[in-house]
Nanobody
Framework: QVQLVESGGGLVQVGGSLRLFCAASGSMAGINAMGWYRQGPGRQREVLAAVTSGGTTNYADSAAVRFTISRDNAKNTMYLQIDNLQPEDTAVYYC????????????????????WGQGTQVTVSS
């Protein structure tokens, strides 16, 4: 089992930045790719970005410009930097992990990740 805990969310003004954190613990040897998702009000959850343990990344088109995913394997922590925040970024942001063998392509094809955090709220005020 893997436990994921997000932090770093909050209330920010338009144009601001946030760095989200995802602390992982448990059986880390059983996972490879991790990703960030979000679910805005009245919207479906969407994948934003994912990263392998080797550092390979992939982004959704909506996240390609203002979002940066990274990962520190030594600290078992994944990050999501969000710049130039906009009101449409208001959402609950989740981190998730996939069991070893699941590729980034599979994740972006709609794979339901194996482990999820509880989410952290990001609210962008105008």
């Amino acid at each position: 089992q893997v436990q994921l805990v997000e932090s770093g969310g909050g209330l920010v003004q338009v144009g601001g930045s946030l760095r989200l954190f995802c602390a992982a613990s448990g059986s880390m040897a059983g996972i490879n790719a991790m990703g960030w998702y979000r679910q805005g009000p009245g919207r479906q959850r969407e994948v934003l970005a994912a990263v392998t343990s080797g550092g390979t990344t992939n982004y959704a088109d909506s996240a390609a410009v203002r979002f940066t995913i990274s990962r520190d394997n030594a600290k078992n922590t994944m990050y999501l930097q969000i710049d130039n925040l906009q009101p449409e970024d208001t959402a609950v942001y989740y981190c998730a992990a996939a069991r070893r063998g699941i590729t980034l392509a599979t994740i972006f094809a709609g794979y339901r990740m194996d482990y999820w955090g509880q989410g952290t709220q990001v609210t962008v005020s105008s």
